[in-house]
């Protein structure tokens, strides 16, 4: 059995064994706002959390963009910035040269340290537009991976358009089917509790969960799955920091890590459901194996 790499997003490696091959791609397919560089920042800074590196691959956004909004959402990415932090902004020019040249050079001087490292490549979507021709865009993505994957684990997000509930579209086709696993995010902005949902829609060599499984964002913390849904109460006006203070006092308890006791926090300063966080703290306590 290989080692599992946890995503980090939790409760979503118990959906399937524990987590990610290594040296595999995922693929993140979503519409915009279903929250693809939600996941992907998640990931790549439990991989920091825990003394790995992260390499940022991005084609629009600067760094700086990318750290300042992840900031809002409850993350610091610049205390890690060029220390175990790293981007690569590949510019739409010539992405054939970026890609079958520089990249391999700049992973080469990478791979020479021998530290973990995870790659998001948020968005890859230009890659895919960059050409109409197939091929073109096969041997691009293909050899994407094929570099990164070198490194470690890799997450990719791929801007879907077809609308809640319809097949999958043409033009992410190609990167989920060279990919060796992919998540499809869905929102329906119609309100409701379980207004977001995700699908494992494959994932090579493991057993996944084939369920549809709703998902939550809580500032300081990020995504949370919800492997069963419950009952929406809405008792009004209600304060959930009992419930809040009784996990913070069993993690300190514990001897919880300080990065977790400080999601914790965060989350109880900016918890706006109106239901109880029990069986979402349930998962985050399990996700870090805390008992
Ligand atoms: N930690 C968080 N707490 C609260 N809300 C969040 C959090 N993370 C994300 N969101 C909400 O989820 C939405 C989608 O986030 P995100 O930017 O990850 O989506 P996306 O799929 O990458 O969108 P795009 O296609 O525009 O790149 C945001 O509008 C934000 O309001
Ligand atoms: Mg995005």
Request: aromatic share 10%; glycine share 8%; net charge negative.
């Amino acid at each position: 059995m290989s080692e599992r790499i946890k995503t980090g997003i939790f409760g979503l490696d118990q959906l399937m064994e524990g987590g990610m091959r290594d040296n595999t791609a995922v693929v993140i397919v979503g519409s915009s706002g279903t929250g693809k560089t939600t996941f992907a920042i998640q990931f790549l800074m439990h991989g920091i959390e825990n003394g790995e590196q992260g390499l940022y691959v991005t084609m629009e956004e600067s760094p700086e963009q990318i750290m300042k909004e992840a900031e809002m959402m409850g993350w610091n990415m610049k205390e890690h910035y060029e220390k175990s932090l790293f981007f690569i902004h590949l510019k739409g020019q010539n992405f054939k040269k970026m890609i079958e040249e520089k990249l391999p050079q700049l992973v080469k001087a990478r791979s020479d340290y021998d530290i973990r490292t995870r790659v998001v490549i948020d968005p890859m979507t230009p890659v895919i537009w960059a050409t109409e021709d197939k091929l073109l865009q096969r041997e691009l993505i293909g050899k994407l991976f094929y570099t990164l994957k070198e490194l470690g684990v890799v997450m990719a997000t791929v801007e879907e358009h077809s609308s809640p509930g319809e097949m999958i579209g043409e033009d992410v086709l190609l990167p989920v089917y060279l990919s060796d696993g992919a998540i499809n995010l869905e929102y329906y902005p119609i309100g409701g509790a379980f207004n977001r949902t995700l699908k494992i829609v494959k994932m090579r060599g493991t057993h996944h969960g084939e369920g549809v499984y709703p998902y939550i964002f809580a500032r300081g913390a990020g995504a949370i799955v919800r492997s069963s849904p419950v009952e929406s109460r809405s008792d009004e006006g209600m304060s959930y920091d009992e419930v809040f203070d009784e996990a913070i006092k069993t993690a300190e308890f514990i001897k919880a890590p300080a990065h977790v006791m400080e999601k914790l926090k965060t989350m109880k300063a900016n918890w706006t459901y109106d239901y109880s966080p029990e069986e979402i703290l349930q998962v985050i306590f399990d996700s870090y194996d805390l008992k």
